[in-house]
Nanobody, 124 residues
Framework: QVQLVESGGRLVQAGGSLGLSCAASGRTFSSYIIGWFRQAPGKEREFVAYIAGSGGSTYYANSMKGRFTISKENAKNTVYLQMNSLEPEDTAVYYC?????????????????WGQGTQVTVSS
């Protein structure tokens, strides 16, 4: 079992950058794929990015490519999401989640463990 705790969310101006962290408990952290999702007010939760257990493979939603970078540090049981060139449309609660599946990893239903979320607000 894995427990996830996100941190780093705050108010930031448009065009700025922000880094989020997802700290995990559990001795088998490196065996999980970790994904980031976000949910804006009044909208469904959407996929942002995921990273393989080894940290060698990543995948991004099209709208995040080139602006967001996901990385993993297995020694610290932590996954990071670096967000650059932020826009007001990036305002959302950001969640990290863990999966041991190998397919359909852009879907919420593929993830078994979720953090509580961290609020990111981008002002115009």
């Amino acid at each position: 079992q894995v427990q996830l705790v996100e941190s780093g969310g705050r108010l930031v101006q448009a065009g700025g950058s922000l880094g989020l962290s997802c700290a995990a408990s559990g001795r088998t952290f490196s065996s999980y794929i970790i994904g980031w999702f976000r949910q804006a007010p009044g909208k469904e939760r959407e996929f942002v990015a995921y990273i393989a257990g080894s940290g060698g493979s990543t995948y991004y939603a099209n709208s995040m490519k080139g602006r967001f970078t996901i990385s993993k540090e297995n020694a610290k049981n932590t996954v990071y999401l670096q967000m650059n060139s932020l826009e007001p449309e990036d305002t959302a609660v950001y969640y990290c989640a863990a999966s041991q599946r190998r397919t359909y990893l852009t879907r919420e239903s593929s993830y078994d463990y979720w953090g509580q979320g961290t609020q990111v607000t981008v002002s115009s």
